[in-house]
């Protein structure tokens, strides 16, 4: 049987409703993106009226938003932030992924557990706890918690880390343990063994981790509006600020509203397109065979 009967052959759906439901979820991906793209070049009173279409072109939204809103110091705080909790979340979750999967140690299975349940903990009940803990924190050390990026970062870190522990936990479990064995026999220590095999191994894992991790960051308004000051204000919490600004006391800027979207879309859409090929290896490897 060739290769097409096959695929014929185990193809639950027909063809033209395979067709029919890709372009329907195509349309359901592009048309609101089509409309913010379209909303950002048309004027705010255009977008008030409802028109898909835009009545007059213009850029001037991508101009007049940088004034509307601090939106580039949001988004070199949240570049700043975000960056740093992929980095250690990843580098910190594959080191203590490493010592759970290779190691067995009394409250091993506990902590593995705790992994699992610190993901159905929802941010929200934990912010007042957070926000009591860095000004209890700022009075007994003398130092300033509340308003800094390096806060904003610990908050980020506390919620991404189990994330990124228990994915490469599951991904360190899939990888042969010989490789280790042979390099260790040649008299390889285990910070050796880390950075010249697990660390090489576990790179589509490591990636995927740390853009969630960046994700985590990037998307959160709630810890950002508490735990920052202006000066330290994340690119989410000054789209916010775009959201609530109005055009002559009445009007809504809608059109910079769309433009300041795009514009925070931009470096996610960047990040996906230059890590694809580590995403797709690690969300479907589970190791190496």
């Known amino acids: 049987m060739s290769v097409s009967a096959s695929a014929e052959a185990?193809?639950?759906?027909?063809?033209?409703?395979?067709?029919?439901?890709?372009?329907?979820?195509?349309a359901m991906v592009l048309v609101p993106v089509l409309y913010i793209v379209f909303a950002s070049l048309n004027s705010d009173v255009g977008v008030a009226s409802g028109e898909f279409w835009p009545s007059s072109w213009s850029l001037d939204s991508y101009r007049r938003i940088w004034t509307t809103a601090d939106l580039s110091t949001g988004i070199v705080n949240s570049l700043i932030v975000c960056a740093c909790t992929a980095a250690a979340s990843a580098l910190l979750g594959t080191t203590t992924a490493y010592v759970l999967v290779r190691y067995t140690f009394l409250g091993r299975l506990t902590i593995l557990r705790g992994l699992v349940g610190l993901q159905s903990i929802p941010g929200t009940l934990m912010l007042l706890p957070v926000f009591v803990l860095f000004s209890s924190a700022g009075n007994y050390l003398g130092i300033t918690v509340i308003g800094t990026r390096w806060g904003l970062f610990l908050a980020y870190l506390t919620f991404a880390l189990p994330f990124s522990t228990w994915v490469m936990v599951t991904y360190l479990r899939g990888l042969p343990r010989e490789l280790e064995e042979?390099?260790?026999?040649?008299?390889?220590?285990?910070?050796v063994v880390l950075w010249r095999i697990i660390f090489p191994l576990s790179l589509p894992a490591i990636v995927v981790s740390g853009i969630f991790a960046f994700l985590l960051g990037w998307n959160d308004v709630l810890f950002a509006s508490?735990?920052?000051?202006?000066?330290?204000?994340?690119?989410?919490?000054?789209?916010?600020?775009?959201?609530?600004?109005?055009?002559g006391g009445a009007l809504p800027v809608y059109s910079q509203i769309m433009a300041a979207s795009l514009i925070c879309a931009a470096p996610v859409v960047l990040l996906y397109l230059a890590f694809q090929r580590y995403l797709v290896g690690g969300l479907t490897a589970g190791g190496v065979k």
């Open 182 to 191: 042979a390099a260790r026999t040649d008299g390889a220590s285990t910070l």
């Open 226 to 247: 508490v735990l920052t000051r202006p000066e330290t204000h994340t690119a989410a919490v000054a789209l916010q600020i775009v959201g609530s600004s109005q055009e």
């Open 10 to 26: 185990t193809r639950l759906l027909p063809r033209w409703m395979l067709a029919a439901l890709t372009a329907t979820l195509l």
